[in-house]
């Protein structure tokens, strides 16, 4: 992040949070689905109660204070106090994080449900970067992510072959675009309709409200339902806000994130099905279910490579053992 963008993001924090008390945590995300924008708004809402008004949080949605990149730098820098983000992104801060990313990883979404909430299983991931100035409270539901494209669906390995396809900032991603035979891009979520508008993109993997909330429906019309991954989003807190709050505030800001989760999950699947249903009605996208048998064997290799970094190889054997608890 450069001393510009610092500086620009240091003063509209300064024009929006003059007024506000020493106790108030200012969190800033990018677009998100709507489950997911309620939940963070229900942790707010606990966070003063718990608290009894003694701490507030402060919302700057929407990128206004810039990228998810942007913002997990200010958290580091300690120029904002929270921030949500993919934990796609997060392997770029962590690299055990880049075991989320992993193609096919959980058995379903309560196989997910599971791992993420075992403490064993996510608290190691959530410290491993305290010591670059913050760490996560809570994950959310970032549903399951599959490809859509422009001119035709991914039926077969051999439909993706060549066909220049938008990832997040992971390079677990990319490389499971590239097992494919797709090519990646790697791009912020916000460019990503003019480029598949102007075919520098072929298409994108995402869940299904980037057709809706996004737009990209207006412009990619075949989506294929692999279900490749279910990458969870990162509520990050600056260890500085940590240590400033009292242990009885930072008790009560742990609390609240962990029942924010629990308030999203209720109001996840029905709004999934809701995205769809508009996707069909209002985009006129089409939704494909391929075999995924082709696919999981052609990213094989990504496993076998993964024995290599035993605390990746940890925290996959955890997730896995968890699919027995689902």
């Known amino acids: ?50 608290t009894g008004g003694e701490v507030t949080v402060q919302f700057f949605p929407d990128s206004q204070l810039g990228g998810e990149r942007e913002l997990v730098e200010m958290v580091q820098g300690g120029l904002l106090d929270m921030t ?23 058995d379903s979404q ?7 909430d075992n403490p064993e299983v996510t608290g190691p991931v959530y410290e491993s970067t305290r010591d670059d100035g913050m760490v996560a409270l809570t994950y959310y539901d ?16 051999e439909d993706l072959k060549g066909l220049k396809i938008r990832v997040m900032q992971s390079p677990t991603s990319i490389r ?11 791009m912020g979520q916000d460019e990503v309709y003019t480029s598949i508008q102007q075919g520098v993109l072929d298409g994108a993997e995402n ?18 339902y692999d279900v490749h991954t279910r990458i969870p989003d990162i509520m990050l807190i600056s260890t500085a806000t940590l240590d400033r709050l009292s242990e009885e505030h930072r008790a009560a800001v742990i609390e609240a994130a962990k029942e924010s989760t629990e308030f999203q999950k209720q109001a ?29 064997q052609a990213v094989q290799p990504m496993y076998d490579e993964l024995a290599a970094d035993p605390e990746k190889q940890l925290l996959f054997d955890a997730i896995r053992a968890a699919a027995g608890n689902s």
């Open 142 to 157: 970032s549903g399951a992510r599959s490809f859509y494209t422009k001119d035709k669906p991914i039926m077969k390995v």
């Open 176 to 186: 499971m675009v590239e097992m494919l035979g797709g090519s990646p891009i790697a």
């Open 1 to 50: 992040m450069n001393i510009k963008s610092i500086l620009l993001a240091t003063a509209a924090l300064a024009v929006t949070t003059g007024a506000a008390s020493a106790e108030s945590l200012r969190f800033a995300y990018a677009s998100n689905a709507t489950p997911t924008k309620e939940a963070m708004a229900h942790f707010g809402e606990l966070v003063e109660e718990k």
């Open 268 to 296: 996840w699947n029905e709004a999934v099905e809701a995205a769809k249903k508009q996707s069909e009605e209002e985009f006129g996208v089409q939704f494909y279910y391929p075999e995924v048998a082709q696919f999981q």
């Open 84 to 106: 949500k983000v993919s934990g796609g992104l997060m392997e770029s801060f962590s690299p055990v994080y880049g075991v989320f990313s992993m193609p096919y990883l959980f």
């Open 110 to 116: 309560e196989h997910f449900y599971a791992a993420m």
């Open 207 to 224: 869940n299904e409200f980037a057709i809706t909330i996004a737009g990209h429906g207006e412009v990619a019309k075949h989506y294929s």
